[in-house]
């Protein structure tokens, strides 16, 4: 579950304009009509699946993940001819 703050502004006008923050992350949006403000939260859920996701693989394979500068890779114990 994700946790959002939304501020409409100029509720006068017939508009839908405001701003969005992500509690969790700090990240905010400025939003000027419906499918701005679902796109973020869209993209903030989309993220939060990822996160959970990378957590799990860690979670998996702890201990056996090595980082480089060029990408992750796994361990498998085999030794590679040089």
Known sequence: ????IVR????REPS???KV???ATGEESVFT???GLLSFFDKMN???A????NAELV???RGRVIVDDESPSVDDGVSQPG
């Open 33 to 35: 009509d419906e499918s």
């Open 16 to 18: 839908f304009r405001g």
């Open 50 to 53: 990822q996160a959970r996701a």
């Open 59 to 61: 979670e998996t394979h």
């Open 1 to 4: 579950m994700a946790t959002f």
């Open 46 to 48: 989309v993220l939060g």
């Open 8 to 11: 409409f502004i100029d509720q």
């Open 21 to 23: 923050r992500h509690v």
